[in-house]
Structure formats: C-alpha cells, structure tokens
C-alpha cells in the first residue's frame, strides 16, 4: 500500500508540472498539440503543364506509314478478288459436276486454303480433283485409291499422320491435303507440271500416260477462264482418264504356227499409287 500511494503521487506530481510547463511555455504547449492532434498536410497544386508541341513526323515515318497502309489495302482487294473467285469456280463446279452449293463451297475454300498454304495453284488442285474423282469424296477405286484425290492410303500412310491416320482418307479436308503434298512433290521432283501428272497418275515409267495430263490441263484452262468471271459453258467434255493399252510386240511370221499370243493389257491409274479411278457418278452433295 506505501508502494503504491507513493507511485500515484509520483505520477500526480509529474501531471501538475507538465500542467504548470504547458501553461508556461506556448511553444511546448503548441508542439504537445501537433502531436497530439496532427493537421493534415496541405499539398500545393502543381502548375499546369502544357502539353508538348507535336513533333512533326520524318518524312521516312510518313513514307512507312504510307507503304503499310498501302500493302493493307492491297491484300484486302487481293482477298476480295479471291472471294470472287472462289464464288465463280464454286458455283461452275456445282452445276458441273452437279454437287451441292454448300458441299462445293466448302471443297473449293479448301483447295484454295491448301494451295495457299503449300504454294500451289488452287484450280490445278481443283483440277486434279475434277479428273479423279468428279468431286466425290467418296469415290474408292478396286486398287485402294480413295476420296477425293483418289490417293492409296497404305502407300502415303506416312502423309496421313498430321491428319488423322490412314483412316481418314474419306475425309475430304485430310484428302485434299494429302493429295496436293504428293502433287507438289512430283512435280518438283519431275520440274514440270505435265511430268508431276504423269508419275501422279502412276506413269512414271510409261511412254504416256493415255492422255491423262491433257485431261488435267484442259480442266484447269476451264477453271482460270472461270476464276476470271467468263462465261464457260458447263456442259463441256469431259471424261475420265482411259486406261492405258500396251500391246504385246507382234509375233514374228515364221512362228504363225504356234498359238497367237493374246494382248498383254496393263493399266495406269488416276491415284498417285496405281488405282483406277471408277466410273462413279458425282453425289448431288455431300
């Protein structure tokens, strides 16, 4: 109890000089204050800035600026001639080949997106498609050719693994795709479009390939004459490529006495492999 009514004095003690200090000296009573209640800081407002003056720009900014904007313009019209393309050839070959506007649509965007992809023309694709299948995709030779392309699954079994395997050799998007891979590489391989046809038609190692490249070819003038919106008449001739003949060298007369040996017949093919294409009569659509 001594303790502690000692202590309260103490501390009464020191309360009535501090009382006694603030009321005697302003300046410590004024900071005590501050402290005690601090006033909140007032922050000058900053000057205005004005804004730069614009830098005029180069003359080699306005000339790039100029060029991108040009280049954008140009591919735009570019796309918009590639549309109206693909609408001429897409409608021909709907009526041509009697497929449905919708099902043709979608082989002719993607052949274009194909060729553009792999740096091919389109209608020579188009083409080719024309000549070997009559735009079926289900066409599907006696030999194992097969879609749209009429291309042997088992032999390019190796191009059809980006695309979902052998097995999707009916599908029309994986067809196409295999089949201009195998175009493109004949052709560069034989450094000619008429020699890609001839070893695409599996006549590689024939004298002629039964005309099966004029076939292609005289499809494909059809085709750019379309793509640039001229009038081509749909019912034009067309066939399918005919099987190649060879003819076993003739018998020499002093053997008329053995028996006349029979044609050897051989035929080519409109796959890349050797199938035959059939005579299959195009979908109304797909």
């Known amino acids: 109890m001594k303790t502690a009514r000692t202590t309260l004095t103490v501390f009464g003690l020191t309360a009535v000089a501090m009382l006694a200090l603030l009321y ?3 300046s410590f009573a004024k900071r005590v204050s501050e402290m005690l209640h601090p006033q909140p800081t007032v922050v000058a407002a900053a000057e205005p800035v004005m804004p730069a003056a614009p830098v005029a720009p180069t003359p080699k900014a306005v000339a790039e600026a100029v060029a991108v904007e040009t280049t954008h313009l140009r591919d735009s019209h570019a796309m918009l001639g590639n549309s109206k393309q693909q609408q001429y050839v897409t409608n021909w070959l ?20 194909t060729a553009h992809e792999l740096k091919l023309d389109p209608l020579l694709i188009l083409a080719v498609m024309a000549i070997e299948s009559g735009l079926n995709p289900f066409a599907e030779s006696a030999m194992g050719a097969k879609g749209l392309m009429q291309v042997m699954a088992k032999v390019h079994h190796d191009k059809f693994e980006d695309v979902g395997g052998p097995q999707a050799a009916l599908n029309p998007v994986a067809n196409i795709r295999v089949g201009a891979l195998i175009l493109k590489d004949y052709v560069k391989r034989t450094g000619s479009i008429e020699g890609g046809l001839k070893t695409y038609v599996g006549a590689a ?22 793509s640039k919106g001229q009038n081509v008449p749909v019912r034009t001739p067309r066939v399918t490529p005919a099987p190649a003949t060879i003819m076993a060298a003739k018998q020499p007369e002093a053997e008329t006495a053995k028996p006349e040996a029979k044609p050897m017949q051989e035929t080519t093919t409109a796959s890349t492999t050797g199938a035959q294409v059939p005579n299959v009569e195009p979908l109304a659509g797909l």
Request: hydrophobic share 35%; no cysteine.
């Open 24 to 26: 005697t000296n302003d």
């Open 94 to 113: 709907s009526k041509r080949y009697r497929v449905a506007g919708d099902a043709a649509n979608m082989l002719v965007s993607t052949a274009y997106l």
């Open 205 to 226: 190692d024939l004298e002629t390939d039964s005309g099966y490249g004029n076939k292609v070819l005289a499809e494909y003038r059809l085709l750019k004459k379309v």
